[in-house]
């Protein structure tokens, strides 16, 4: 079966972001092609912003909503798409005052994890 | 009476952003200085991101979390710090998926009334 | 210009919901289209849920997230599909529980408002 | 018809908070026992925190949750039950650290509002 | 000592969505009375939406407001309303669009979750 | 290095209520002498609300904001403050009711959590 232009398109965006073929793992299976035709073949590939800035307001509105697993997620993203741990640092600090001091321990906190989760695999 | 520096520093902030010297108004008068010394003059000056990236993140915070007034100033400042008017509708079409629905209608419908604005000023 | 096919199947199902073919009156113009093609014609026309039922969870997720605006077009929606006035107000106070009082008095008030809009116009 | 013992301590418990009798207005009539019996008999009656308690937090879970229309009723309650202007003002600014500073914003209007109000009643 | 009819009544109701009868466990006792009384008592059983409408409500609060322990609690409760897992699944995607990609994210990963324990205990 | 005036405020007050000098332990190093100045030093050192109603109304907060772990902090402050296990409960009680009922059940899952820490170091 031949994918859809929408999805080769989400696809390839994913796998910028994320360094990998998205694969469906234990995902429900439509939601999955949702997520990679409309989520990222329709919105994340329009010319509006940059790769860079899309995954930085996705890292903002993560982290003031508090979905703290989608956060770790795009975490990762936004260094694979070239943003500093410097900067995503100073995002948190910077969104405590906007969500709340929790909203930047939390973020502070999640992104220690994945920085030392890389460090550790890379040791 | 002479004015902190952390004051200073602030208030020369809020002037980038907001394109006024801040002004207390109606606004508390405690929380006015709060805001000026610890939110903008020691938070908003922080060398770790551009004026445009603590821009940007700020408005996508301010949208998720559906906090209109703030929003509106905010998107203001955001087009004083050289963000265009099409990347302020492209963060809200985007942000509609993080949030919801609801979070794009609304940070669009709000996005236009600002731009409505200083267009009927320019007139 | 032709219309896709899933814009015909979405705008098809906003008339079904909202009584009339949708208009982009002043929403941005690329978000309208997503809202028919993604929202409607991709998601509301899936054949796991009657639209009574997607009608239905769509008022409690506004109601309980506390978008006014939207929740007064879904409550329009759901008196289309059938939904009675009883069942809307009973909804409210029972999600009075699981988002907070002040969800309920403001569902209430809402629907309310919807209602005696409606009746004025039938007077 | 005889109210329920459960009515009449609610509605005793409102009278002492609000200043007034309570009465159903505009609100949907089941609700509004609902919230005389079960919100105010049965909880805000109960033993274990003072009202002035029981207010302050009320106030606190309001701000924060940015329900405009309940805090303002609960700020004229907070009054009625002794807390001071100073206090509700020094709440806001408080809270503006737990839920982000557009909560202390707005907490600080919405109470100059009430505060005004009360005022131009008594000029 | 007797129990009142208002807790008879909730605790008949809780017995026929979560399959047996509530008890307070490590539950606050007064608390517990109060979710038996109030909340299954007085709302639950009040007759103006069917059970399986209040359960599917419930679920869409659950979810967009993000609250896990409890989400997996009534997805339970849904399945046992009658509910079939692929509705609950459908109604997942449906409100990753009012709440934001995660919301549709999480609520399918712990609907998965529940549906597994349930398959795994009848192996 | 000597050490500011705002932290030495902020640190002697973090102690009084959290029964121990502050550390950043594995804490971002500015996030944390922002939280000590900044937070501690300048807000939680205001005169306008006795230290016990700054506890109680963050207690509040973090509850129907549903910040866990913020939250299990806060309770340990406010037993330091003199607020008492009971008064803990009933807050929790009293706030389900206007942040929803899996507020209320999570609050007291969480305040029971800390109870039985301190009980199980003192046996």
């Known amino acids: 079966m031949t994918k859809s232009e929408r999805y ?3 696809a390839a965006r994913m796998k910028e972001l994320f360094g990998a073929e998205p694969r469906p793992g234990t995902m429900h299976e439509d939601f999955f092609q949702i997520t990679v035709e409309n989520l ?4 994340w590939t329009r010319p ?3 790769l ?15 979905r703290e697993r989608e956060l770790k997620v795009h975490i990762r993203g936004a260094l694979n798409a070239g943003i ?9 600090i910077h969104l405590a005052h906007y969500g709340g001091w929790p909203v930047g ?4 906190r999640i992104a220690k994890e994945v920085f030392d989760e890389i460090d ?3 040791g």
Chains 1, 2, 3, 4, 5, 6 share one sequence.
């Not at 990222?40 to 919105?43: P, V």
């Not at 860079?52 to 508090?66: C, F, G, H, P, Y």
């Open 105 to 108: 321990v939390n973020g502070l």
């Open 120 to 122: 550790s695999k890379q």
């Open 40 to 43: 990222f073949g329709d919105i």
């Open 52 to 66: 860079k800035e899309r995954s930085m307001i996705t890292v903002a509105a993560l982290t003031v909503l508090a």
């Open 84 to 92: 500093s741990r410097e900067k995503i640092n100073e995002m948190m």
């Open 8 to 10: 080769e398109k989400g």
């Open 48 to 50: 509006g912003l940059e």
